[in-house]
Each structure stands twice: as structure tokens, then as C-alpha cells.
């Protein structure tokens, strides 16, 4: 029997040295607070939420010292895709600075610019570090266990099923990690079902459309292997068959909503519009570089009493408060970054080609969770939240950093 043409795509260390283990603490500290499964908002306490962010950068200069990171022999750090992010997070960082000593402003985009930081920061670690699977798996298995320990929690304590929204690309994508990694159609069937449940987690529109997207994306990466096997009918019987599964299920939605309307939410939409006509307010004020992120990053809600300890609250949607504060140069930049990265990961995707199966998983969870974040911030204010920022930048670094890892393997010679 031939061998598997990939067999360790990142060389394993038997053991985490010391600055691995202190950060994969970071990783935990940060998936609890972006889960906060006991309902107990530490991220939101000035003294402990940034515990995770400085920890990270700490670790990160201390390895620096000991000279065994950063370390790049072929030269890939001299291209690295992180210019234009690094641009746009030190432009809203500065400006959330001036505005908080400057202007004395309470609620600055801050956490905004400075966590931008974490996918650069995450990606040169993964790459480098011969203990990058272990770190990388020490944030799914951190994941998973805080979801199940606040589902069973919020059931047990608050007589409710979840409390895990704005959360979805956290939960969700951790179904298609159990799918890509899955050896046998048993647990690929597991997997569908833990799909389901994870959705359930959250009643919310935003719950919806990732699983959807989780859905589309497995059924795309299957087709495109299965591509090659199957004559044209087949196809366009496979692909004609997706649409009507998607067309069903989309009019049970729209038929349970107008049974049940209280079994579907409505996004809340007298909120978000309201909320969005201020940003686009201040948009139209400064269309071309907004206030450069010196005003507030959350404004007085005036319209009614919401169910929130403050009625100071975001915009509900991470983009609209670029297009606002930093106007069309921020969302150039920020555009600019994701084609940026979006080109680098093209370009290294063929090295997922054949991965053994949990590498395979590993590749598509952070894909996928890539993927799926900005359906997430699009409506919600995640960039602003420091556990759900940290780990939504740092996924992004780790699949970076994971791809060039294996394709470093690949191109040594046998």
C-alpha cells in the first residue's frame, strides 16, 4: 500500500514549550470570555478583559527574546498579506486614542484597530512553531467545551436553551470540523446532527444563514470532489437537487413564520434601521475619511427602551462603523485587506489537497469560520468585543500561518 502523500503537513513537538503552553492559555482565556458560557460578562470588566490581549503580546515578546519564533529561512515573511490590515488597525487605533485622551470619549473603537494585531501576530506564531496543530486544536477543544458547558449551564440555571448569539461563527463551524476530520459516514451522519443542534443554539436570523452557509460549503467542497467522477447528468441532477433543498427549506421557514411568528425572529428591525440611519448619517457627513475614528463608538438610543443595562449602545453592524468613522478610505483598506489575504490563501489552497483527516478538519473549520465571520459583524458588533475579536482575528492568522505550514512541508525534499 502506498503511503499517504502528506503525513505530518506541520512537524509535531512531543511537548509545548513554555511560551506555546502560556499562550494556548490566552486562546482559552479568550474562547471563554467570546462564550461566556456562566453568563457572567468578564470581557466587559476594564481590568480583565484585555487579560488575553496583553498576555498574548507578552508571550509574544518574550519568545521574541529567545530568539525561536519569527525565524523565516525562505524568506515569506518579506511578502507576508498583512500590509494593508496593519495600516487600517494602526489608523483606527491612533484615532481611538486621540479620541479617548484627546476628547475625553468613553466608547472608542479601540478594540476595533488594536486586536486587528492578532491575525499577523497568530499567523507568524502558527507558521513558525513546531507545535502549531496543538495550539490551533487547543482553541476548537476550548470551543467546544464552553459550548457545551453554557448550553447545559443556561438549560439547568436560566431554564433556557442558549445564550450564544453573535456567536455563530464560533459555534457552527465547529460541526464542519467533525465533518472533514470524520473517517466514516457514521460520523459524518454525527456530524450533520451536531450541525442542527449547534444551530438551535440560537434562534436568530444570523443563526440561519450560517448553518446555511455551513451546508453550502460542505456540499461544494463534496461536489467538487466528486466532480471528476460523474457524468454531466449526474451534475446537473446534484446541483438541481441542492437549489430545491434550499428552496424547501427556505419556504418551511417563511411557512412557520407565518403560523408561528414568535418561533422565528424579526432581526429586530426598528432597532437596526434606526441604529444604521445614524451611521449613515455620519457617513454622508464625511464621506471620504469619516471622523478618522475619533467619535464615540456607540451612541444614545433614543427611540425606545431597550432590554440592555445602558441605552448607550453600537450600530449592530461592524462595517457600517468603518464606512462612518473612517468613511470610503477605511473600507478601501479594509477591502483591500481581504483581497489580500483572500489571494494568499488562493494561492497556497492546493497544499490541502489529500491532508490526512484531522488536518483536513482543521483546514475547514478555520476556513469556514473565516468565512462565515463576516456574515456575523456584518450585523452585529463583533470587532468591538474583545474575547469574540481575539479569536475571530486570531482564526484568521492560524489559517495563514497552518497553509504556509504545510506548504513549507511539502516543498522539503523527500
Known amino acids: 500500500m502506498m503511503p ?3 503525513h505530518r503537513p ?39 478583559k484585555h487579560v488575553p490581549f496583553v498576555m498574548t503580546f507578552l508571550v509574544t515578546a518574550l519568545a521574541l527574546i529567545g530568539g525561536k519564533i519569527f525565524q523565516d529561512p525562505q524568506g515569506e515573511g518579506r511578502s507576508h498579506p498583512w500590509g494593508p490590515l496593519l495600516a487600517l488597525s494602526l489608523w483606527i487605533t491612533c484615532g481611538s486614542i486621540y479620541a479617548r485622551f484627546g476628547k475625553n470619549v468613553e466608547e472608542t473603537y479601540l478594540i476595533m484597530g488594536a486586536y486587528m494585531l492578532l491575525a499577523p501576530v497568530y499567523g507568524w506564531w502558527i507558521k513558525n512553531q513546531t507545535s502549531a496543530r496543538k495550539i490551533i486544536l487547543s482553541l476548537y477543544f476550548s470551543i467546544a467545551i464552553f459550548i457545551l458547558a453554557g448550553a ?13 448569539h453573535e456567536e455563530e461563527f464560533l459555534t457552527v463551524p465547529w460541526a464542519v470540523y467533525l465533518y472533514f476530520s470524520a473517517q466514516t459516514k457514521a460520523k459524518k451522519v ?29 456540499f461544494g467542497i463534496e461536489f467538487k470532489r466528486a466532480a471528476p467522477r460523474l457524468i454531466a447528468i449526474k451534475k446537473i441532477l446534484v446541483i438541481y437537487s441542492a437549489i430545491l433543498g434550499i428552496t424547501i427549506a427556505v419556504s418551511l421557514l417563511a411557512l412557520i413564520k407565518m403560523m408561528s411568528p414568535a418561533w422565528v425572529p424579526d432581526g429586530n428591525p426598528k432597532y437596526r434601521l ?22 464615540p463608538a456607540a451612541e444614545k438610543f433614543g427611540l425606545f427602551q431597550v432590554y440592555a ?15 462612518a468613522n473612517g468613511g470610503v478610505l477605511a473600507i ?32 475547514h473549520w478555520l476556513a469556514f469560520s473565516c468565512l462565515c465571520a463576516p456574515v456575523v459583524y456584518a450585523f452585529n458588533p463583533i ?32
Open 274 to 295: 434606526y441604529t444604521y440611519e445614524i451611521a449613515f448619517e455620519k457617513f454622508a457627513s464625511s464621506p471620504f475619511w469619516g471622523n478618522l475614528f475619533t467619535g
Open 309 to 323: 443595562s445602558t441605552q448607550i449602545l453600537p450600530s449592530h453592524s461592524d462595517l457600517l462603523d468603518l464606512l
Open 383 to 414: 470587532m468591538s468585543q474583545p474575547g469574540k475579536a481575539y479569536v475571530m482575528w486570531s482564526q484568521l492568522g492560524m489559517l495563514v500561518g497552518f497553509l504556509t505550514s504545510v506548504k513549507r512541508t511539502n516543498e522539503k525534499p523527500k
Open 4 to 6: 499517504h502523500p502528506i
Open 190 to 218: 454525527l456530524a450533520g446532527f451536531a450541525l442542527l443542534v449547534l444551530t438551535g443554539l440560537v434562534i436568530k436570523n444570523t443563526s440561519f444563514l450560517v448553518a446555511a452557509l455551513a451546508v453550502m460549503y460542505v
Open 332 to 363: 478601501t483598506l479594509f477591502l483591500m485587506a481581504a483581497v489580500v489575504v483572500v489571494r494568499r490563501l488562493y494561492s497556497l489552497i492546493r497544499t490541502t489537497e489529500n491532508l490526512p483527516p484531522q488536518d483536513a478538519g482543521i483546514f
Open 10 to 48: 506541520i512537524v509535531q513537538a512531543r511537548s509545548l514549550k513554555m511560551t506555546d503552553g502560556l499562550l494556548v492559555v490566552c486562546l482559552i482565556l479568550a474562547s471563554f470570555f467570546a462564550l461566556d458560557p456562566f453568563v457572567i460578562n468578564l470581557d466587559k470588566y476594564p481590568g480583565i
Open 152 to 164: 447545559m449551564w443556561q438549560a439547568i440555571q436560566l431554564r433556557q436553551w442558549s445564550h450564544f
